[in-house]
């Protein structure tokens, strides 16, 4: 069974910031890794994934995530964030080979001004 | 504009009645699905098509069946609706399979059960 886990429900930083969002994972084999965004009474946006290569995988809107399988782990990071970056971050999982995905609860991110 | 189109956007429905939420792409993709979205819960996947003319059941698909006859259509059919069905219903679609490419989701469907 695969599975993803985002420990925080919620992060508030201050524009200018660091922005980082949690997320690990359990799969079996070789994990694919997604990241979407979703703003007030919309859908999901996809933002970035890691399939294979570099651990770091640079996405949309400036941000990056970083794929550490030692720690199972996938953060999405931007280094300065903007209060339009305010949204609902959700982390995905899927192993090869699956058309499914499983998501994260989500993790709300409020930017202040 | 190229996407997806649910329809419809919002619905107050009493138990036991009948339901069914459209979804129309017109991208051409291949594999289509249905998540319903809970607070606390993220997205739960229902049922999922690969392709057109087959169907698959996803984690949460009791009280659910959807149907694939052509490439763009993927409704949802809820048959006897009950209130622990009141959600967030998302449409997506994506070429190639879900955890190879990138998913494309509708607006939303939101079903109130009373």
């Known amino acids: 069974a695969q599975s993803v886990a985002q420990p925080e429900d919620q992060v508030n930083v201050a524009e200018g910031n660091p922005l980082t969002v949690k997320c690990t994972y359990s799969v079996s084999g070789n994990p694919y890794l997604f990241w979407y965004v979703q703003y007030p009474n919309r859908g999901l946006q996809f933002l970035l994934k890691?399939?294979?290569?570099?651990?770091l995988v640079k996405g949309s809107y400036g941000f990056e995530a970083e794929f550490n399988k030692s720690q199972t782990s996938f953060h999405l990071k931007k280094p300065s964030a903007l209060v339009s970056d305010s949204a609902l971050y959700f982390c995905a999982v899927g192993p090869p080979n699956d058309y499914k995905l499983s998501f994260g609860a989500g993790t709300t991110v409020t930017v202040r001004a | 504009i190229a996407g997806i189109t649910q329809a419809p956007t919002s619905q107050i429905l009493a138990a036991g009645r009948r339901m069914t939420l459209r979804c129309t792409q017109d991208?051409?993709?291949?594999?289509m699905y249905w998540y319903r979205q809970d607070l606390g819960l993220g997205l739960r996947l229902i049922h999922y098509s690969n392709t057109a003319g087959t169907t698959g059941k996803g984690e949460v698909p009791d009280g659910y069946s959807v149907s694939r006859a052509n490439t763009d259509d993927f409704p949802l059919t809820l048959a006897s609706a009950v209130p622990s069905q009141t959600s967030v219903y998302f449409c997506?679609?994506?070429?190639?399979?879900?955890?190879?490419?990138?998913?494309?989701f509708g607006e939303g469907s939101r079903l109130t059960v009373l």
């Open positions: 890691y399939i294979t290569g570099d651990n």
């Open positions: 991208m051409r993709h291949n594999a």
């Open positions: 997506a679609s994506s070429v190639s399979p879900a955890n190879t490419g990138e998913l494309f």
